[in-house]
């Protein structure tokens, strides 16, 4: 039963099989989302000096009023590819995240007192979103116009709230990056190929 289910193709997927230079894009593309989850518990302990404020914590869920005050907006909600959640729509998502998050440390991070690391995740954050646009323009076919990153306007009064923004926006960017990584994993055959 498993066997039939997997070789069910999913939709929008064939354009990815198609060309062997997509599949590359796909797997840097992961690379590239594991290298940015691998180097946000650096970012967050050169960056973040409150003790209350962990990467995993059961507190984080208390902070999301305080995310609405400083006005961190949600990442978008990524899925599995289905006949409900389309390649295009998969993508669209991953590239408006990337997009979102980018501009949210670029916004904070002039505040912080050690920004090294933050700067070398927004590097990497900027040539994902790279990946992601050229696997878009693949997919649709046609020229993908790079999201502008929209300015986000934080309400940051004092050197907490900076503290409270930075630390949110990695606890996301970590949450988002992990469903990025799982919906990259199904789009790379070579997986597939290794698996079987």
Request: aromatic letters at 2%; charged letters at 20%; one cysteine or more.
């Amino acid at each position: 039963m498993a066997t039939f289910a997997r070789s069910a193709p999913l939709p929008g997927r064939s354009a990815l099989v198609e060309d062997p230079q997509s599949q590359e894009m796909v797997q840097r593309s992961r690379s590239l989302a594991e290298k940015i989850l691998l180097a946000i518990p650096d970012a967050h302990k050169s960056c973040i000096r409150s003790e209350a404020l962990q990467l995993s914590s059961s507190e984080n869920a208390k902070l999301v009023l305080m995310a609405a005050t400083i006005g961190i907006p949600s990442a978008p909600v990524l899925r599995a590819v289905s006949e409900n959640f389309t390649l295009e729509t998969c993508l669209r998502r991953m590239s408006e995240g990337v997009q979102l998050h980018r501009a949210l440390l670029t916004s904070v991070s002039p505040r912080l007192e050690s920004k090294d690391k933050v700067t070398e995740l927004l590097a990497d954050i900027r040539d994902l979103g790279i990946q992601i646009n050229k696997i878009l323009k693949m997919v649709q076919g046609e020229a993908v116009l790079p999201p502008t990153p929209t300015p986000v306007a934080l309400s940051l009064p004092g050197d907490y709230e900076v503290q409270v923004a930075a630390h949110l926006t990695l606890v996301q960017l970590q949450s988002f990056g992990q469903d990025m990584i799982r919906c990259l994993r199904s789009l790379d055959l070579s997986n597939e190929e290794t698996e079987s």
